[in-house]
């Protein structure tokens, strides 16, 4: 009897074992399962916040690659601010007679749209660090521009200063700023621009965006005789005139006379995107302030006087050029010179450099220079 209990108590034993490893097995495995996909799901919960990490990074790409390319002022700061960093940078602006008029005089009102509009920035020391003194600048004498009453093409010359007391530099800051007045177009795609520089009454060109020629041809953009001078106003815009050159024609016995100013170029003709040709008037001539140029020949004005004021660069390409975009051009007229015209002038403390990949540097005197007496 007691053999039979316990073989019974060992049977009964081994059963109730056999059903807890039975029962318990599953257990483990669900608590490892459990596990596991607790480890799976921050996995994926990881791997979801990276892509989206990665996504955000390539939404913030296109975004970026979407984004209007932005005016350049890096030749303006380079000319106007010191070596420590101190000076006042400030961009030319265009106006109308009827613009300036609209103020009524009112002197104050005309200094502060001057301070807004041409972005005038001002940098002095403090503690011998470079502070921002943009508050303490003041505009001189508005030389006449208050009472202006004609819309032809004029400059006024204006001096911007930050008094010694406020710039931290034991002297005062100055910079000259140019406001044009003339008849105004502003220009944000080619064709507004092509129809403004061939206008006979725009005498300034407004440049509102960078822009590339929709025309990828070679081609002599012949201007009336009637067509005043004028200037091209960049605002540190980018324009690649690919093939295209604006010309007057041959005309001894009229003066013409065109501004660059502040605009990175691009451009495939020897002549160059904005020239005089061969023969002009005694006195003709052609102003870069503040001019990048990568391409051909900046110009090919044989009878021109070629001045440079500011900060300037200029590089002839052999047989190509990269433009502003990225995209690389083959040029109609390979291996040029920089520049060519009968007098080249530069300016007071001008930084002009003048680079030619395969070719003179600068060519004065050359071919219809001699023609006429001039």
């Not at 209007?68 to 030319?92: D, F, H, S």
């Amino acid at each position: 009897m007691k053999r039979k209990k316990t073989i019974f108590f060992l049977v009964g034993l081994i059963t109730s074992l056999c059903v807890y490893l039975y029962l318990g097995a599953p257990l483990i495995k669900a608590d490892e399962m459990t596990q596991s996909t607790t480890e799976m799901s921050a996995t994926i919960k990881s791997s979801e916040t990276s892509m989206s990490k990665e996504n955000d990074t390539t939404i913030d790409f296109e975004q970026s690659m979407k984004e209007p390319i932005q005016p350049r002022m890096e030749n303006i700061e380079a000319y106007e601010l010191t070596a420590n960093g101190t000076g006042i940078v400030a961009k030319n602006i265009a106006k109308t007679m009827t613009d300036i008029q609209g103020y009524n005089g009112d002197i104050a009102a005309i200094k502060q749209m001057i301070l807004k509009e041409t972005g005038a920035k001002a940098y002095g020391l403090s503690g011998g660090s470079v502070v921002d003194v943009t508050d303490s600048i003041q505009v001189s004498d508005l030389k006449g521009l208050e009472t202006v009453s004609s819309n032809d093409l004029q400059e006024f010359h204006l001096t911007l200063t930050v008094p010694a007391t406020q710039s931290g530099t034991g002297s005062a800051l100055s910079s000259d700023v140019i406001v044009y007045i003339g008849n105004v177009a502003k220009v944000s795609n080619w064709s507004q621009l092509d129809a403004a520089l061939m206008s006979n009454t725009v005498t300034i060109v407004d440049v509102q965006s960078s822009m590339t020629n929709t025309a990828t041809g070679r081609a002599d953009r012949n201007l009336s005789d009637n067509r005043p001078n004028y200037v091209l106003l960049g605002n540190g815009y980018s324009l690649d005139f690919i093939g295209y050159s604006y010309r007057w024609g041959t005309n001894t016995s009229i003066v013409h006379k065109a501004v660059v100013d502040n605009v990175d170029l691009y451009g495939g003709h020897y002549y160059g995107p904005v020239t005089m040709w061969d023969r002009n008037a005694y006195g003709s001539s052609i102003t870069y302030r503040n001019v990048n140029y990568t391409g051909s020949q900046l110009t090919a004005s044989f009878q021109a006087v070629l001045r440079f004021e500011g900060k300037n660069v200029i590089k002839s390409k052999a047989t190509q050029y990269t433009s502003y975009n990225g995209t690389v051009r083959n040029m109609a007229d390979t291996n040029q010179s920089g520049l060519e015209s009968h007098t080249l002038v530069f300016a007071s403390n001008t930084d002009t450099t003048i680079e030619a990949e395969n070719g003179d540097g600068v060519i004065l005197g050359s071919w219809y220079s001699d023609w006429d007496t001039v």
